[in-house]
């Protein structure tokens, strides 16, 4: 587990000031994405582009995102359509590895997920919702 922050950030104006930063790092990365010309690295910036979309919806809200993660157990707020997103550019990158490969699919759901949480959309996928 992670330390929390020493100096949480709580406000409006400072939850946006972050929002601020991590646009400008996203942006770095995408000027230096591009030279690469590996199209699934560039990939990178439209999940993190989407992730700061979120993040900003979040601190609109009052929400303080800094610190959701696993690890604090804090939630992000997401839409469905954010989270479709989200799925859209891993897949991008993933789906050849791991979407094909039921194997390498469920290594991955279940290093990232609870078990529980697999196994009800394994349930609800073979219901076909």
């Known amino acids: 587990m992670h330390p ?15 929002c601020a930063r991590m646009q400008t790092a996203s942006d770095q990365f995408y000027r230096q ?8 690295w560039i990939e990178i910036t439209g999940f ?14 009052g929400v ?27 897949g991008c990158m993933f789906d050849t590895s791991l979407g094909r490969d039921p194997k390498m699919l469920t290594a991955f759901l279940l290093s990232a997920f ?3 949480v697999v196994v009800e959309m394994a349930r609800l996928v073979l219901k076909g919702k």
């Open 48 to 61: 993190l582009n989407e992730y700061i979309k979120v993040c900003q919806r979040a601190a609109n809200d």
């Open 64 to 90: 303080d995102f800094t610190e959701a993660s696993i690890h604090s157990g804090k939630k992000l707020p997401m839409e469905s359509f954010e989270a479709a997103y989200l799925g859209e550019k891993f």
């Open 33 to 40: 994405a591009i030279q690469t010309g590996c199209h699934p």
């Open 114 to 116: 609870e078990e529980k």
């Open 4 to 18: 929390p922050m020493l100096d949480p950030i709580k406000t409006p104006e400072e939850l946006k000031a972050v």
